[in-house]
T-cell receptor
Framework: GAGVSQSPSNKVTEKGKDVELRCDPISGHTALYWYRQSLGQGLEFLIYFQGNSAPDKSGLPSDRFSAERTGGSVSTLTIQRTQQEDSAVYLC?????????????FGPGTRLLVL | GDSVTQMEGPVTLSEEAFLTINCTYTATGYPSLFWYVQYPGEGLQLLLKATKADDKGSNKGFEATYRKETTSFHLEKGSVQVSDSAVYFCALMGGSNYQLIWGAGTKLIIKP
């Protein structure tokens, strides 16, 4: 079956512009996660959705970052006024349900470069 | 807070050698433990997991045992192949956000 898909696969933008990153989870998966992978910081958690709700947004690095999920499916991560330190690979994952024993399945990522 | 420490790489081995990649963790409560693998040019894939103490996860010839007494989850394989060359990440999951907390990753290079 189809896995997690993300678009675009690559994005180059200029400092100060806004970007939107999209994630399509595995069909039927109720939990969705965003992570960031960068050379300096490794893999870090950003936000988690249970259905359309994000119980805790404290993992987002700044108020320039926001995320939403609609219809219990597609999620969008928006970065406003991008900075060079936002350059990273943004990964989306989904799991069948929330839970500490659940496997998270990852998409291929969106590679963001801020010039 | 919770954290994961894994051995630094790169680790370079010859084909058919025995592999160990060390992973230790610090956590409150009883986390689940995972090994993910990232092959060149590909996304993260689950390799194996263990959800409670003394559980052994295994897949593709790789094994890891959840050792609560030593807070470890070392990855082993008896005979590595060139195709095992990849970056391996140890991670734990715990807490109300169900977030994965990651080690820094270990790059494995297998030479023929």
């Amino acid at each position: 079956g189809a896995g997690v898909s993300q678009s675009p696969s690559n994005k180059v933008t200029e400092k100060g512009k806004d970007v939107e990153l999209r994630c399509d989870p595995i069909s039927g998966h109720t939990a969705l996660y965003w992570y960031r992978q960068s050379l300096g910081q490794g893999l870090e958690f950003l936000i988690y959705f249970q259905g359309n709700s994000a119980p805790d947004k404290s993992g987002l690095p700044s108020d320039r970052f926001s995320a939403e999920r609609t219809g219990g499916s597609v999620s969008t991560l928006t970065i406003q006024r991008t900075q060079q330190e936002d350059s990273a690979v943004y990964l989306c994952a989904s799991s069948q349900r929330p839970g500490n024993t659940e496997t998270q399945y990852f998409g291929p990522g969106t590679r963001l470069l801020v010039l | 807070g919770d954290s994961v420490t894994q051995m630094e790489g790169p680790v370079t081995l010859s084909e058919e050698a025995f592999l160990t990649i060390n992973c230790t963790y610090t956590a409150t409560g009883y986390p689940s433990l995972f090994w993910y693998v990232q092959y060149p040019g590909e996304g993260l894939q689950l390799l194996l997991k263990a959800t409670k103490a003394d559980d052994k996860g295994s897949n593709k010839g790789f094994e890891a045992t959840y050792r609560k007494e030593t807070t470890s989850f070392h990855l082993e394989k008896g005979s590595v192949q060139v195709s095992d060359s990849a970056v391996y990440f140890c991670a734990l999951m715990g807490g109300s956000n169900y977030q994965l907390i990651w080690g820094a990753g270990t790059k494995l290079i297998i030479k023929p």
